[in-house]
C-alpha cells in the first residue's frame, strides 16, 4: 500500500548487468521496522530472500544486497551481476518487530534475459 | 524443514455461501497471519493471531473473521462470500518479527 513504495511492474535486465530494485517506507506508518525482501520464483511459494534488523546494516543473499538506511527510510535491492535464475517476483516489506505484521509493496518483476 | 499447509488450494464459492479456508503449521511458530494477493497489489494482513484462541485484526479485516484452536491451526472463514473477495489467500507463521514462512496459497474464486 501506501505505506511501502517500491519500483512497479516488470524490469528487464540482461544476464551479467547489474540490478537495483527501489523500495522506500513511510516512518510513519511502520516505526522501527524489520526488513525483509521477499521471493517468489516460478512455480514455488513465497520465501525469504534477506532481512535486516537494524538500522545501517546490510543484509545479503545469493548474490543481493540491501542496506536499512533509517535516514532515507529506504531498502533498496541490489545486485551487481545478475542471472537467468534470479528473474522472479520481488517483495519489499518492512514489519514490525513484536507483532511481525508485515506491510508488502506491489512487488517488482525481474526478467532476465541471456 | 518449516512447513505451511493450506486447504483447499482452489475453491469456486457461491455468492452468499460460507466459505472456509483451512492452515496448518508444523513450525511451533506462536504468531499466525492470513494475507490476500490480488493483481499488481502485494500481500495485504487480513487477521493475525499470537497463539491458541487469539485473533486479531489486520489491515484489511472487513468481511472476514478468523478462528484459532490451537497453535498448529488457523482458518478464515467469510460467512457470506462476495465476488470482491474473489483472491488468492495465503497463510504464514512465524515468531515475533522474525522471517515468516508462508504456505503455497489458496485460489478462491466467489461466482
Known amino acids: 500500500g501506501d505505506s511501502v513504495t517500491q519500483t512497479e511492474g516488470q524490469v528487464t535486465v540482461s544476464e551479467s548487468k547489474s540490478l537495483i530494485i527501489n523500495c522506500t517506507y513511510s516512518?510513519?506508518?511502520?516505526?522501527?521496522?524489520?526488513l525483509f525482501w521477499y521471493v517468489r520464483y516460478p512455480g514455488e511459494g513465497l520465501q525469504l530472500l534477506l532481512k535486516?534488523?537494524?538500522?545501517?546494516q546490510k543484509g545479503s543473499s545469493r548474490g543481493f544486497e540491501a542496506t536499512y538506511n533509517k535516514e532515507t527510510t529506504s531498502f533498496h535491492l541490489q545486485k551487481a551481476s545478475v542471472q537467468e535464475s534470479d528473474s522472479a517476483v520481488y517483495y519489499c516489506a518492512p514489519g514490525t518487530q513484536v507483532v511481525g505484521q508485515l506491510t508488502f509493496g506491489s512487488g517488482t518483476r525481474l526478467q532476465v534475459y541471456a | 524443514e518449516a512447513a505451511v499447509t493450506q486447504s483447499p488450494r482452489n475453491k469456486v464459492a457461491v455468492t452468499g455461501g460460507k466459505v472456509t479456508l483451512s492452515c496448518n503449521q508444523t513450525?511451533?511458530?506462536?504468531?499466525m497471519y492470513w494475507y490476500r494477493q490480488d493483481t499488481g497489489h502485494g500481500l495485504r494482513l487480513i487477521h493475525y493471531?499470537?497463539?491458541?484462541?487469539?485473533?486479531e485484526k489486520g489491515d484489511i479485516p472487513d468481511g472476514y473473521k478468523a478462528s484459532r484452536p490451537s497453535q498448529e491451526n488457523f482458518s478464515l472463514i467469510l460467512e457470506l462470500a462476495t465476488p470482491s473477495q474473489t483472491s488468492v489467500y495465503f497463510c504464514?507463521?512465524?515468531?515475533?518479527?522474525?522471517?515468516?514462512?508462508f504456505g503455497p496459497g489458496t485460489r478462491l474464486t466467489v461466482l
Open positions: 504464514a507463521s512465524g515468531d515475533g518479527g522474525r522471517e515468516q514462512y
Open positions: 493471531s499470537y497463539g491458541a484462541g487469539s485473533t
Open positions: 516512518a510513519t506508518s511502520i516505526a522501527y521496522p524489520n
Open positions: 513450525n511451533n511458530h506462536n504468531n
Open positions: 535486516v534488523i537494524t538500522a545501517g
